[in-house]
């Protein structure tokens, strides 16, 4: 520094602790530029060498320019202040570049001071220093941190500047050439297209991103900075820096284009996620969730756009964005909305996985799904423990809310698709329970509200109540008391959800003493409260805690704690036997059950501990003088004055029957009594009920004051009394049945003694059952087996023995024997059960029984288990079906096929049971385990805690194959035989139809399975349809079962390779393309089936109707050969033409989700292709190609079900179907006029041309045929209404209003047929406008618009027509298409087209 400017510098401090700015100013204004600038240079240099950060030199020369503004030398103030300006910036330009820059808050009181003169600048200054930042940018591609606050003001100011001369070097030598005049505008648009176009540093992306978010931007510059700050996000290199720039984007959409930044955030994210999935991803993930939400609450027209992009994206959702979705949900304002979006996007998923498998036409055209919502759930549960916190309540109530959802069936999907999203979200639950303890509490509280107010889903939430017990039995306990306060409101339970909950509950029952406590407190108060459905729920409570206590007990675990708190509850069950007939009667039916389990029948305790409680009651009724005419006090148990009920001794005498039947055939529990006297009582009990079996079985009607004759209805006392006493006695024999029934098997006594007591049971029984009547003369008991009490497991035990496996009888070596004494008390039991084997009345009533438990098992409070289902469908197999099967070598027993009063023979019931047992299966996930039972039975397939692992996917098809080929085999004998056994062959198609089910379901999802499977099913269909086209009688239930049979199997007489083709992946569309052809030639070949049998039925029905003339188009089927009029009969037509509707609205439902595929495919294909990119969408292409050739090969089948042949209701099938084909062609155009880059093809010509003039043709003329005669009617009807007032006061006779029914139902049908007809000819015609491609004249006049005509008038002019429906003097004219009808808005269209349920 020269002396000079030392000098100067004395001066200005002088001046400034004088405060006399303005002489300081006036100083300064003597200075050259140059003087000015070296002093703010030094003095900026002096303060960072000392590290003061004061700069008191230049906050001086700030002061100074502005009070020379403030008195009026705006000129001096102006030039003082922009050298200033400049030189700090410049500054702070350089020392930013350097290695060792400066904290922020080194410059703090230059950017206050540049923030506090900017107004005060001359523009040349702004333009500048704006520049001279730009500069810097380039150069460095970063901002300094003291220019954050300052740079929107800076290009605000600079904004609003009017015209300016500007030359290259006023732009910091950022362009070359001569000087131009630009607007401050236009500079600003310069300069942040020019920032954004440079490179930035990582770094101070943030700080650039802010000071753009911070301007004044116009909505394409938003457009601009939004790209660029998304571009910026590729190039960040730490993770740490992308929270901040995600949140300046988020800042910069409260601006605009809120969709584009939301977009460009969520790709950016799921494709860092394919190249770094770590776990240090996911908490950064986690932050920008954060600030996501906090961006919404400040926005909620972003909320709006991201719940716009959950819509647009559909499938196309990444863990991300359905994360992000979820912490949306938490706002109230979007929960509804987007919990709806996220709850369908499940069900949805798993619907069209589903739909997708079963369409084996479309599949290699169809593009891979892009959503697993498995693995998508699964990601997010587990990253909720790393940083995505936040959504695990979210996740919690949509998984909560969709399994109500599906459970309730409010959501239209398949019934499949809903049970395995119920089991997705129950999985997700259990995840989220077991990794998050904050979550825990509410999950128990919503699982406990919805069993309180008996939802839809409420037993479901009971088995995941007791799959989180089951999983980690502490993390439930701190929660016990909210299940205690739930069974205090024990009375408006239903008895099976408080069993189902304290069975889930038990662990917790045994573990925690102070939960104990307090629920055997409440149980007892609702024993004794006033209403019996409070205290029938609690004696189902009590029973679910027994059988827990017992199961210990079997599992080798059971103590002296165990056994008090067995006593304990077995001391509250004694107390209830002493209520009300109806608590007893459940009382009794629950302890039947309990005595039925092996568990409970090898634990001493309890069977001691009830013989204390039963024997003496049994005492009370057994009399023991045998000159008395019945072994029990028959009158005892009934109120002579009601002549109601007062003593269940049917239910009580079939639980004293099994625990008798358990204490003598142990020894064990014998050794375990406490006195050598409990043996003999054990004894004499035994004797006791040998004495009772023998006494009713010799017993007559009258022994009881009964009369065959006599009334039994409810409507008189005497009926009363004597349906009271009939129920009882039956109920007593019946469980002498069940007590000699095992005493029998195991020798003990006399089998002829239960055939006796079956006599008594069925003369008893038929005559209740044909006196007790309703008011209008109908059985109130439909069968017998309504009355019968025999337990599941005697029920199996006896069928094993009188229907035995022959090949077990006769092999030692058959799995199921163990060993050689295993074998030999098989054979000795089979023996011992000859007497019963011969009586085929009796064998069929056990095995109606047995069949009776599953059919009913599908409530939950008759559950069957597992392995029971199983052992009963191996019986069916073994011991009826495969001797049908093999009636080649070995001629079917008589004993088999013989029918009873029911007209219901073994084989029947071995086939329904069959099909019965697949269903149940089904139903629990479990059908696959069935095949391998029967043909390769084990223990290990029965025991009473079921398999211990399921069979492997390859031996469970190999096995069903081998199943489906024997089943078919047994119907071919059975239609082989003399007389041909019609009922039971067509009881055996529906156990066909249920196993094909299961391959076809295997074939679908397991392509590496299908060779099998689809070779057996293929056979299959060909066998049934040459079944049909065969000599077979014309039995409607029989041709049903066939023509249902060859529809299940239909998909699969596509070629084989069509089964292993996988979808399209849209990013690689490399693969070589399979010709079209190819698969309509496969389309003929699959559907010819069903054609010809749509074209046999047409013909059939034209010849029972003696028709000699008919259309010209139902000339063309007399090319066929006759059918065959024994099977094609006025009773068969109907079911078939049934059949064929419904399966071609399966087959439209099909259509109808690929049409939704093809949207799909097309604007992803389109998001897919480059920009200014004009390639045709070769994917969606091909796959509407492919649709229109499938569409085209079912308008064969529908020309024939357009017959005029057809009467009644099968001609409304028909226009029901023909309106069904309309709207899907409908829904097809309408597509088309949504994807315009989608061309007009020949196949959709061909579709057009043959529905849209070929059908509709057919379709006037079967409108005039059959309905004119009623339009016309109703028009003559509404003619002479004012004539006929006062007629129509009188009461209108049956066949007016059936008439009146039938007009009103014709309108319904031809009104909906003509608007569908009319809505397709508008779709076309704004298709045909939109692609300039003349469409026209594929519409017709005459198959469209003279529905319009009034039909009473046709009957005339009929005459003088040809069957196209227009004079043979005149041709028929072209709709005019409207120029404008392409412009027409869709929105309307959504609001016309009407809605269909999904397939």
Same mark, same amino acid.
């Given at each position: 520094?020269?002396?000079?400017?030392?000098?100067?510098?004395?001066?200005?401090?002088?001046?400034?602790?004088?405060?006399?700015?303005?002489?300081?100013?006036?100083?300064?204004?003597?200075?050259?530029?140059?003087?000015?600038?070296?002093?703010?240079?030094?003095?900026?240099?002096?303060?960072?060498?000392?590290?003061?950060?004061?700069?008191?030199?230049?906050?001086?020369?700030?002061?100074?320019?502005?009070?020379?503004?403030?008195?009026?030398?705006?000129?001096?103030?102006?030039?003082?202040?922009?050298?200033?300006?400049?030189?700090?910036?410049?500054?702070?330009?350089?020392?930013?570049?350097?290695?060792?820059?400066?904290?922020?808050?080194?410059?703090?009181?230059?950017?206050?001071?540049?923030?506090?003169?900017?107004?005060?600048?001359?523009?040349?200054?702004?333009?500048?220093?704006?520049?001279?930042?730009?500069?810097?940018?380039?150069?460095?591609?970063?901002?300094?941190?003291?220019?954050?606050?300052?740079?929107?003001?800076?290009?605000?100011?600079?904004?609003?500047?009017?015209?300016?001369?500007?030359?290259?070097?006023?732009?910091?030598?950022?362009?070359?050439?001569?000087?131009?005049?630009?607007?401050?505008?236009?500079?600003?648009?310069?300069?942040?297209?020019?920032?954004?176009?440079?490179?930035?540093?990582?770094?101070?992306?943030?700080?650039?991103? !802010?000071?753009?978010?911070?301007?004044?931007?116009?909505?394409?510059?938003?457009?601009?900075?939004?790209?660029?700050?998304?571009?910026?996000?590729?190039?960040?290199?730490?993770?740490?820096?992308?929270?901040?720039?995600?949140?300046?984007?988020?800042? /910069?959409?409260? +601006?605009?284009?809120?969709?584009?930044?939301?977009?460009?955030?969520?790709?950016?994210?799921?494709?860092?996620?394919?190249?770094?999935?770590?776990?240090?991803?996911?908490?950064?993930?986690?932050?920008?969730?954060?600030?996501?939400?906090?961006?919404?609450?400040?926005?909620?027209?972003?909320?709006? !756009?991201?719940?716009?992009?959950?819509?647009?994206?559909?499938?196309?959702?990444?863990?991300?964005?359905?994360?992000?979705?979820?912490?949306?949900?938490?706002?109230?304002?979007?929960?509804?909305?987007?919990?709806?979006?996220?709850?369908?996007?499940?069900?949805?998923?798993?619907?069209?996985?589903?739909?997708? !498998?079963?369409?084996?036409?479309?599949?290699?055209?169809?593009?891979?799904?892009? /959503?697993?919502?498995?693995?998508?759930?699964?990601?997010?549960?587990?990253?909720?423990?790393?940083?995505?916190?936040?959504?695990?309540?979210?996740?919690?109530?949509?998984?909560?809310?969709?399994?109500?959802?599906?459970?309730?069936?409010?959501?239209?999907?398949?019934?499949?698709?809903?049970?395995?999203?119920?089991?997705?979200?129950?999985?997700?639950?259990?995840? @989220?329970?077991?990794?998050?303890? *904050?979550?825990?509490?509410?999950?128990?509280?919503?699982?406990?509200?919805?069993?309180?107010?008996?939802?839809?889903?409420?037993?479901?939430?009971?088995?995941?109540?007791?799959?989180?017990?089951?999983?980690?039995?502490?993390?439930? &306990?701190?929660?016990?008391?909210?299940?205690?306060?739930?069974?205090?409101?024990?009375?408006?339970? @239903?008895?099976?959800?408080?069993?189902?909950?304290?069975?889930?509950?038990?662990?917790?029952?045994?573990?925690?003493?102070?939960?104990?406590?307090?629920?055997?407190?409440?149980?007892?108060? @609702?024993?004794?409260?006033?209403?019996?459905?409070? &205290?029938?729920? @609690?004696?189902?409570?009590?029973?679910?805690?027994?059988?827990?206590?017992?199961?210990?007990?079997?599992?080798?675990?059971?103590?002296?704690?165990?056994?008090?708190? #067995?006593?304990?509850?077995?001391?509250?069950?004694?107390?209830?036997?002493?209520?009300?007939?109806?608590?007893?009667?459940?009382?009794?039916?629950?302890?039947?059950?309990?005595?039925?389990?092996?568990?409970?029948?090898?634990?001493?305790?309890?069977?001691?501990?009830?013989?204390?409680?039963?024997?003496?009651? *049994?005492?009370?009724?057994?009399?023991?003088?045998?000159?008395?005419?019945?072994?029990?006090?028959?009158?005892?148990?009934?109120?002579?004055?009601?002549?109601?009920?007062?003593?269940?001794?049917?239910?009580?005498?079939?639980?004293?029957?099994?625990?008798?039947?358990?204490?003598?055939?142990? %020894?064990?529990?014998?050794?375990?009594?406490?006195?050598?006297?409990?043996?003999?009582?054990?004894?004499?009990?035994?004797?006791?009920?040998?004495?009772?079996?023998?006494?009713?079985?010799?017993?007559?009607?009258?022994?009881?004051?009964?009369?065959?004759?006599?009334?039994?209805?409810?409507?008189?006392?005497?009926?009363?009394?004597?349906?009271?006493?009939?129920?009882?006695?039956?109920?007593?024999?019946?469980?002498?049945?069940?007590?000699?029934?095992?005493?029998?098997?195991?020798?003990?006594?006399?089998?002829?003694?239960?055939?006796?007591?079956?006599?008594?049971?069925?003369?008893?029984?038929?005559?209740?059952?044909?006196?007790?009547?309703?008011?209008?003369?109908?059985?109130?008991?439909?069968?017998?087996?309504?009355?019968?009490?025999?337990?599941?497991?005697?029920?199996?035990?006896?069928?094993?023995?009188?229907?035995?496996?022959?090949?077990?009888?006769?092999?030692?070596?058959?799995?199921?024997?163990?060993? %050689?004494?295993?074998?030999?008390?098989?054979?000795?039991?089979?023996?011992?059960?000859?007497?019963?084997?011969?009586?085929?009345?009796?064998?069929?009533?056990?095995?109606?029984?047995?069949?009776?438990?599953?059919?009913?098992?599908? %409530?939950?409070?008759?559950?069957?288990?597992?392995?029971?289902?199983?052992?009963?469908?191996?019986?069916?197999?073994?011991?009826?079906?495969?001797?049908?099967?093999?009636?080649?070598?070995?001629?079917?027993?008589?004993?088999?096929?013989?029918?009873?009063?029911?007209?219901?023979?073994?084989?029947?019931?071995?086939?329904?049971?069959?099909?019965?047992?697949?269903?149940? /299966?089904?139903?629990?996930?479990?059908?696959?385990?069935?095949?391998?039972?029967?043909?390769?039975?084990?223990?290990?397939?029965?025991?009473?805690?079921?398999?211990?692992?399921?069979?492997?996917?390859?031996?469970?098809?190999?096995?069903?194959?081998?199943?489906?080929?024997?089943?078919?085999?047994?119907?071919?004998?059975?239609?082989?035989?003399?007389?041909? #056994?019609?009922?039971?062959?067509?009881?055996?198609?529906?156990?066909?139809?249920?196993?094909?089910?299961?391959?076809?379901?295997?074939?679908?999802?397991?392509?590496?399975?299908?060779?099998?499977?689809?070779?057996?099913?293929?056979?299959?269909?060909?066998?049934?349809?040459?079944?049909?086209?065969?000599?077979?009688?014309?039995?409607?239930?029989?041709?049903?079962?066939?023509?249902?049979?060859?529809?299940?199997?239909?998909?699969?007489?596509?070629?084989?390779?069509?089964?292993?083709?996988?979808?399209?992946?849209?990013?690689?569309?490399?693969?070589?393309?399979?010709?079209?052809?190819?698969?309509?030639?496969?389309?003929?070949?699959?559907?010819?089936?069903?054609?010809?049998?749509?074209?046999?039925?047409?013909?059939?029905?034209?010849?029972? %109707?003696?028709?000699?003339?008919?259309?010209?188009?139902?000339?063309?089927?007399?090319?066929?050969?006759?059918?065959?009029?024994?099977?094609?009969?006025?009773?068969?037509?109907?079911?078939?033409?049934?059949?064929?509707?419904?399966?071609?609205?399966?087959?439209?439902?099909?259509?109808?989700?690929?049409?939704?595929?093809?949207?799909?495919?097309?604007?992803?294909? #389109?998001?897919?292709?480059?920009?200014?990119?004009?390639?045709?969408?070769?994917?969606?292409?091909?796959?509407?190609?492919?649709?229109?050739?499938?569409?085209?090969?079912?308008?064969?089948?529908?020309?024939?079900?357009?017959?005029?042949?057809?009467?009644?209701?099968?001609?409304?099938?028909?226009?029901?179907? *023909?309106?069904?084909? +309309?709207?899907?062609?409908?829904?097809?155009?309408?597509?088309?006029?949504?994807?315009?880059?989608?061309?007009?093809?020949?196949?959709?010509?061909?579709?057009?041309?043959?529905?849209?003039?070929?059908?509709?043709?057919?379709?006037?003329?079967?409108?005039?045929?059959?309905?004119?005669?009623?339009?016309?009617?109703?028009?003559?009807?509404?003619?002479?209404?004012?004539?006929?007032?006062?007629?129509?006061?009188?009461?209108?006779?049956?066949?007016?209003?059936?008439?009146?029914?039938?007009?009103?139902?014709?309108?319904?049908?031809?009104?909906?047929?003509?608007?569908?007809?009319?809505?397709?000819?508008?779709?076309?015609?704004?298709?045909?406008?939109?692609?300039?491609?003349?469409?026209?004249?594929?519409?017709?006049?005459?198959?469209?618009?003279?529905?319009?005509?009034?039909?009473?008038?046709?009957?005339?002019?009929?005459?003088?027509?040809?069957?196209?429906?227009?004079?043979?003097?005149?041709?028929?004219?072209?709709?005019?298409?409207?120029?404008?009808?392409?412009?027409?808005?869709?929105?309307?269209?959504?609001?016309?087209?009407?809605?269909?349920?999904?397939?």
């Amino acid at each position: 520094m020269t002396n000079s400017d030392s000098g100067l510098v004395t001066q200005l401090a002088n001046l400034g602790k004088a405060r006399d700015y303005y002489n300081a100013g006036k100083l300064l204004a003597t200075q050259t530029d140059e003087a000015i600038c070296k002093l703010v240079e030094d003095d900026l240099s002096a303060t960072a060498a000392a590290n003061t950060g004061s700069n008191t030199l230049t906050m001086l020369i700030f002061k100074s320019g502005s009070t020379l503004f403030e008195r009026g030398n705006g000129a001096l103030g102006d030039r003082i202040l922009g050298i200033a300006c400049g030189t700090c910036v410049c500054q702070i330009c350089e020392e930013s570049g350097s290695a060792d820059e400066p904290e922020g808050q080194r410059w703090a009181g230059i950017s206050d001071k540049l923030l506090e003169v900017l107004p005060l600048l001359q523009p040349r200054s702004v333009i500048d220093i704006a520049f001279r930042i730009l500069a810097e940018l380039k150069t460095s591609g970063s901002l300094p941190s003291a220019f954050g606050n300052y740079l929107p003001m800076l290009l605000d100011t600079l904004g609003v500047i009017g015209n300016v001369e500007i030359t290259a070097e006023d732009l910091g030598g950022l362009e070359h050439g001569g000087s131009v005049t630009r607007t401050g505008a236009e500079l600003k648009a310069y300069w942040i297209d020019s920032a954004c176009s440079y490179k930035w540093h990582g770094q101070a992306a943030a700080r650039i991103s !802010a000071g753009l978010r911070e301007t004044a931007l116009s909505t394409s510059q938003i457009e601009i900075v939004g790209r660029r700050i998304l571009r910026q996000l590729n190039a960040v290199s730490e993770l740490n820096e992308l929270p901040a720039m995600v949140y300046q984007l988020l800042l /910069l959409s409260r +601006h605009g284009s809120k969709q584009e930044i939301v977009s460009g955030i969520f790709s950016f994210f799921e494709n860092l996620e394919q190249t770094n999935g770590t776990q240090a991803l996911w908490d950064i993930e986690g932050t920008v969730m954060l600030h996501i939400g906090y961006s919404i609450k400040q926005d909620f027209e972003l909320g709006q !756009a991201l719940e716009t992009y959950a819509r647009e994206q559909g499938d196309d959702l990444t863990a991300f964005s359905f994360a992000c979705l979820l912490s949306l949900a938490r706002i109230h304002r979007f929960s509804d909305a987007v919990m709806d979006i996220l709850r369908k996007l499940l069900v949805s998923s798993e619907h069209d996985a589903d739909v997708r !498998a079963a369409t084996v036409w479309a599949r290699p055209y169809l593009a891979k799904a892009s /959503l697993d919502v498995r693995q998508l759930l699964k990601s997010v549960a587990e990253r909720a423990s790393f940083g995505w916190e936040q959504v695990t309540q979210a996740l919690v109530q949509l998984c909560l809310n969709t399994i109500d959802y599906t459970v309730a069936r409010r959501i239209s999907y398949s019934a499949a698709a809903c049970a395995q999203t119920q089991i997705l979200c129950t999985d997700t639950l259990q995840t @989220a329970y077991a990794m998050h303890s *904050f979550v825990r509490a509410e999950i128990i509280d919503q699982i406990m509200n919805r069993v309180v107010f008996q939802t839809d889903a409420h037993m479901h939430f009971i088995g995941l109540l007791q799959r989180l017990v089951a999983d980690d039995i502490d993390a439930v &306990r701190a929660h016990t008391s909210r299940i205690v306060d739930v069974l205090e409101s024990m009375a408006v339970m @239903a008895p099976a959800t408080v069993s189902r909950l304290l069975q889930a509950a038990a662990p917790l029952f045994l573990d925690d003493p102070q939960f104990r406590a307090s629920l055997i407190l409440v149980l007892r108060k @609702a024993l004794f409260a006033r209403g019996t459905d409070e &205290r029938r729920a @609690a004696l189902d409570g009590l029973f679910a805690l027994i059988t827990s206590t017992v199961q210990v007990s079997a599992a080798g675990t059971f103590d002296s704690q165990h056994l008090a708190v #067995l006593l304990e509850v077995l001391g509250l069950l004694r107390r209830s036997l002493t209520q009300q007939p109806e608590i007893r009667t459940v009382a009794y039916q629950r302890l039947a059950v309990l005595l039925d389990q092996p568990f409970a029948l090898a634990c001493p305790p309890l069977l001691n501990a009830l013989y204390g409680v039963l024997a003496p009651e *049994f005492a009370k009724f057994y009399q023991h003088d045998h000159s008395a005419d019945s072994p029990i006090n028959i009158q005892q148990c009934i109120n002579p004055a009601t002549s109601r009920v007062t003593m269940p001794i049917a239910g009580f005498l079939l639980c004293y029957a099994k625990l008798v039947t358990a204490l003598t055939d142990s %020894t064990s529990i014998v050794s375990a009594s406490d006195s050598s006297s409990s043996g003999n009582a054990y004894k004499s009990a035994a004797d006791s009920w040998e004495d009772l079996c023998t006494r009713f079985a010799r017993a007559q009607i009258e022994d009881y004051e009964l009369d065959p004759e006599g009334e039994y209805s409810l409507d008189s006392p005497v009926g009363v009394r004597n349906n009271s006493t009939a129920r009882l006695v039956i109920g007593c024999v019946d469980a002498a049945i069940e007590y000699a029934l095992g005493r029998g098997m195991d020798g003990a006594m006399n089998p002829a003694q239960s055939i006796e007591l079956f006599s008594m049971f069925s003369r008893f029984s038929e005559i209740l059952c044909a006196r007790f009547v309703d008011d209008k003369r109908r059985r109130v008991i439909g069968s017998v087996c309504e009355l019968s009490q025999i337990s599941m497991r005697t029920a199996l035990r006896v069928l094993a023995v009188v229907l035995p496996d022959r090949q077990r009888l006769n092999s030692p070596g058959h799995p199921l024997n163990c060993n %050689t004494d295993s074998h030999n008390t098989f054979v000795a039991q089979t023996g011992r059960a000859e007497l019963w084997a011969a009586n085929t009345q009796f064998v069929r009533h056990v095995f109606e029984v047995a069949l009776t438990h599953v059919s009913a098992s599908r %409530t939950e409070a008759l559950d069957v288990e597992t392995h029971l289902v199983l052992l009963l469908a191996y019986i069916a197999y073994s011991g009826v079906l495969v001797r049908c099967a093999n009636a080649e070598q070995d001629p079917i027993p008589a004993n088999l096929i013989a029918r009873g009063m029911r007209s219901r023979s073994l084989v029947m019931v071995a086939a329904e049971a069959l099909a019965a047992c697949a269903s149940v /299966l089904t139903a629990r996930n479990a059908v696959g385990i069935l095949p391998v039972a029967v043909m390769r039975p084990s223990p290990a397939m029965f025991a009473s805690n079921g398999p211990t692992s399921p069979p492997s996917l390859s031996d469970s098809v190999e096995c069903m194959v081998a199943l489906v080929a024997k089943v078919r085999n047994a119907v071919e004998q059975l239609l082989s035989l003399k007389p041909v #056994l019609l009922r039971e062959a067509t009881s055996l198609l529906g156990a066909l139809h249920s196993l094909a089910t299961y391959l076809a379901h295997v074939c679908f999802h397991n392509p590496s399975q299908h060779t099998a499977a689809y070779a057996s099913l293929n056979e299959l269909a060909r066998w049934a349809y040459a079944m049909i086209d065969g000599e077979i009688p014309g039995d409607p239930p029989l041709l049903k079962g066939l023509v249902a049979l060859t529809i299940c199997c239909q998909p699969f007489l596509q070629s084989q390779p069509m089964f292993a083709s996988s979808s399209i992946d849209l990013s690689n569309l490399g693969a070589n393309e399979e010709p079209l052809a190819v698969h309509q030639d496969m389309d003929e070949h699959e559907l010819g089936p069903m054609n010809r049998l749509v074209a046999t039925t047409c013909i059939a029905s034209r010849l029972l %109707t003696n028709d000699a003339a008919g259309s010209d188009d139902e000339d063309n089927m007399n090319d066929e050969d006759e059918p065959n009029l024994n099977l094609y009969t006025l009773r068969t037509i109907p079911a078939l033409v049934t059949l064929a509707v419904t399966w071609l609205k399966g087959e439209l439902q099909q259509m109808d989700w690929v049409i939704g595929q093809l949207r799909k495919c097309a604007s992803a294909e #389109l998001r897919l292709r480059p920009d200014h990119d004009d390639e045709d969408l070769h994917v969606s292409i091909r796959l509407e190609r492919r649709l229109c050739m499938r569409l085209y090969a079912l308008t064969p089948i529908l020309m024939h079900m357009l017959s005029t042949q057809f009467a009644g209701t099968l001609s409304d099938q028909s226009i029901r179907i *023909f309106t069904d084909l +309309h709207r899907t062609f409908a829904l097809l155009t309408r597509t088309k006029l949504q994807a315009s880059e989608l061309p007009i093809t020949e196949s959709y010509i061909e579709c057009l041309s043959q529905i849209c003039t070929t059908l509709n043709q057919r379709a006037f003329s079967l409108v005039t045929e059959k309905y004119g005669r009623f339009m016309a009617d109703a028009n003559e009807s509404k003619s002479e209404k004012p004539a006929k007032k006062k007629q129509s006061q009188l009461p209108r006779s049956s066949g007016g209003v059936a008439k009146t029914k039938m007009l009103s139902r014709n309108s319904v049908l031809v009104s909906s047929l003509i608007y569908q007809m009319e809505l397709s000819e508008k779709y076309v015609a704004k298709l045909a406008a939109k692609t300039k491609t003349p469409l026209a004249h594929y519409l017709k006049r005459s198959s469209m618009h003279d529905f319009r005509i009034n039909v009473a008038d046709l009957a005339e002019p009929l005459a003088t027509t040809n069957h196209d429906g227009y004079s043979y003097d005149e041709q028929p004219e072209e709709i005019p298409v409207p120029e404008s009808a392409a412009e027409d808005s869709l929105d309307e269209d959504n609001q016309e087209q009407s809605k269909r349920p999904r397939y």
